[in-house]
């Protein structure tokens, strides 16, 4: 049974910064794609950033240059470093995995960033 479980979320105030992780069972983490995605109250779920197998990286624009993806595939630990955090990054963040073909998500963690 594949399981992911995101921690690190919080309450932080504008400019703060959070490091959010998620741990995977029962798929092999290096071998799958690993993305971060968000979704804010009346919002659609969107991506945050993507970052596959051969280390291929891809963000929203809205987070470049603030947001970084790192992985520990001995830990089978994704992360997700947020820095300079707004207001409007304030969302439930969610961890995906894709393994051949299959997409699995976490339960998401909860982000507020008071101005």
């Known amino acids: 049974q594949v399981q992911l479980v995101e921690s690190g979320g919080g309450l932080v105030q504008a400019g703060g910064s959070l490091r959010l992780s998620c741990a995977a069972s029962g798929i092999t983490f290096s071998i799958a794609a690993i993305g971060w995605y968000r979704q804010a109250p009346g919002k659609q779920r969107e991506l945050v950033v993507i970052n596959s197998p051969g280390d291929t990286t891809n963000y929203a624009d809205s987070v470049k240059g603030r947001f970084t993806i790192s992985r520990d595939n001995a830990k089978n630990t994704a992360y997700l470093q947020m820095n300079n955090l707004k207001p409007e990054d304030t969302a439930v963040y969610y961890c995906?995995?894709?393994?051949?073909?299959?997409?699995?998500w976490g339960q998401g963690t909860q982000v507020t960033v008071s101005s």
């Open positions: 995906n995995a894709v393994q051949l073909g299959r997409f699995y």
